[in-house]
């Protein structure tokens, strides 16, 4: 599940953005806004997520993060 996260992400938001992958979460994040979206197969899908949300393409970049457990 992808998740838009605008403050601390929550345990919970953790663990839905955890279901895709399991070990590691996929990220967008908007360097502009200060917002990332998480949780998808690929990049590009949470960036579809920002995109939507009102993000400008020059501001997002992809990362991976491996949330420790």
Not at 40 to 46: F, K, Q, S, T, V
């Amino acid at each position: 599940m992808i998740q838009i996260i605008r403050d601390r992400a929550t345990p919970e938001q953790i663990q839905q953005m955890l279901e895709a992958l399991g070990i590691y979460i996929k990220l967008a994040v908007d360097i502009q806004r200060g917002i990332l979206a998480g949780g998808g197969e690929l990049h590009a899908d949470c960036e579809q997520v920002l995109l939507e949300d009102g993000s400008k393409q020059a501001y997002v970049w992809g990362a991976d993060w491996y949330p420790l457990q």
